[in-house]
């Protein structure tokens, strides 16, 4: 039904609207009953997973900046995801980039966007978070936090503890999301110092927030267009600040190879393009590190195969973006199907 009729239909629009027009049909179609009728839903009990001490009903996820503000991560579980990112959320709400600032690239399987982080700020989520709750219903959650657009690197710190400290008890897991290519110098907080800096401040927090005292797992995203050298540090870095994982990865900055019309257009590319790359990266944290720690793979997985080869190259879970736009809900059952097979 994706496929043949939705798609066809979505793809005549511009990208962000096609995106908002989905979003606002979502709850109706839940709400009739519909969400059966795309395909997404399998359930089998060999699927769940458990890491960083969370169980996973099933290892394919949705990547974050779908669902920025925390708005249908109930129906989005209902569609067969086996937990869902919530943001980039930031501590203030910012409108980010101007339109039009998400591109298809239809030759090459792909999306370029330049969004900036547009979300209405953490507390939003967290009202949202609140009131909604989650039914009873194990939809896991994670929080992907960042910092706005006007705060200097040098104070992002207090950006990401406020989004962190807000969040604590409303999630699962974080994601401290350094890798986007469309906020101003963020991807320079990928380097060894400033990364340390951020990652022990929110260890530091990490527990107090809670009356319980427990902690939550927190991860790091990274971007593809890391060097060696560099995803060694991370490696490092993961050891010595004792976070609990990474996603892998981000959009990327390269243009390689691209056949479509946009393809000029400034942001970051996912998508198909994107999988080798991607791959790469977790192989070789994963080789590099002696699987020291869980990875979360994303990047271009438009296929149960490309999800089998992120699994294959050390990831432990996996995510869905643009594979998500073009394939639609059933991709998320072709994936489960396979990997229980
Ligand atoms: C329109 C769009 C918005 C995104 N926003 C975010 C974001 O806010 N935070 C983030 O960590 N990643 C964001 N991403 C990156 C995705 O989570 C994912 O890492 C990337 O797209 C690669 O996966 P894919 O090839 O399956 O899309 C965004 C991607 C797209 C296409």
């Known amino acids: 039904m994706y496929k043949n009729i939705l798609r066809p239909l979505l793809f005549q629009m511009d990208a962000e609207k096609a995106h908002n027009l989905v979003f606002n049909?979502?709850?109706?179609?839940?709400?009739?009953?519909?969400?059966?009728?795309?395909?997404?839903?399998?359930?089998?009990?060999?699927?769940?997973?458990?890491?960083?001490?969370?169980?996973?009903?099933?290892?394919?996820?949705?990547?974050?900046?779908?669902?920025?503000?925390?708005?249908?991560y109930k129906e989005l579980s209902d569609l067969g995801f086996g937990f869902i990112e919530i943001g980039t959320v930031t501590p203030r709400a910012q409108a980010g980039n101007e339109k039009p600032r998400l591109f298809r690239l239809k030759e090459d399987s792909a999306l370029i966007n330049r969004m900036g982080f547009n979300n209405e700020g953490v507390e939003a989520a967290v009202e949202r978070l609140k009131a909604n709750g989650r039914n009873g219903k194990r939809v896991i959650i994670g929080g992907n936090i960042g910092k706005n657009k006007a705060t200097?690197?040098?104070?992002?710190?207090?950006?990401?503890?406020?989004?962190?400290?807000?969040?604590?008890?409303?999630?699962?897991?974080?994601?401290?999301?350094?890798?986007?290519?469309?906020?101003?110098?963020?991807?320079?907080?990928?380097?060894?110092?400033?990364?340390?800096?951020?990652?022990?401040?929110?260890?530091?927090?990490?527990?107090?927030?809670?009356?319980?005292?427990?902690?939550?797992?927190?991860?790091?995203?990274?971007a593809?267009?890391?060097?060696?050298?560099?995803?060694?540090?991370?490696?490092?870095?993961?050891?010595?600040?004792?976070?609990?994982?990474?996603?892998?990865?981000?959009?990327?900055?390269?243009?390689?190879?691209?056949?479509?019309?946009?393809?000029?257009?400034?942001?970051?590319?996912?998508?198909?393009?994107?999988?080798?790359?991607?791959?790469?990266?977790?192989?070789?944290?994963?080789?590099?590190s002696n699987k020291s720690f869980p990875i979360i793979g994303v990047g271009g997985i438009h296929s149960a195969e490309d999800a089998l080869e992120k699994l294959e190259a050390g990831a432990s879970l996996i995510q869905l973006y643009t594979g998500f736009i073009y394939e639609g809900p059933g991709l998320i059952r072709e994936i489960n199907e396979k990997i229980a097979e």
């Open 152 to 222: 200097p690197n040098d104070k992002a710190v207090d950006d990401y503890v406020f989004c962190f400290d807000a969040l604590y008890n409303y999630v699962d897991y974080f994601v401290v999301n350094v890798s986007s290519p469309n906020t101003p110098n963020l991807r320079e907080l990928q380097e060894k110092e400033p990364l340390m800096a951020l990652l022990n401040a929110l260890q530091e927090r990490n527990g107090k927030n809670s009356e319980e005292g427990k902690r939550k797992p927190i991860l790091l995203k990274i």
């Open 25 to 72: 049909m979502l709850p109706l179609a839940n709400k009739l009953k519909l969400a059966g009728l795309l395909g997404g839903k399998y359930r089998n009990k060999k699927l769940e997973r458990t890491l960083f001490g969370i169980t996973f009903p099933n290892p394919v996820g949705l990547a974050a900046g779908f669902d920025k503000d925390a708005r249908l």
């Open 224 to 288: 593809p267009d890391l060097s060696n050298d560099q995803l060694l540090d991370i490696i490092d870095i993961v050891s010595e600040t004792k976070i609990d994982g990474v996603i892998a990865t981000n959009t990327t900055i390269s243009r390689d190879g691209l056949e479509s019309a946009n393809k000029n257009e400034s942001g970051g590319l996912s998508g198909k393009p994107l999988c080798k790359r991607a791959t790469e990266v977790i192989r070789f944290l994963a080789e590099k």
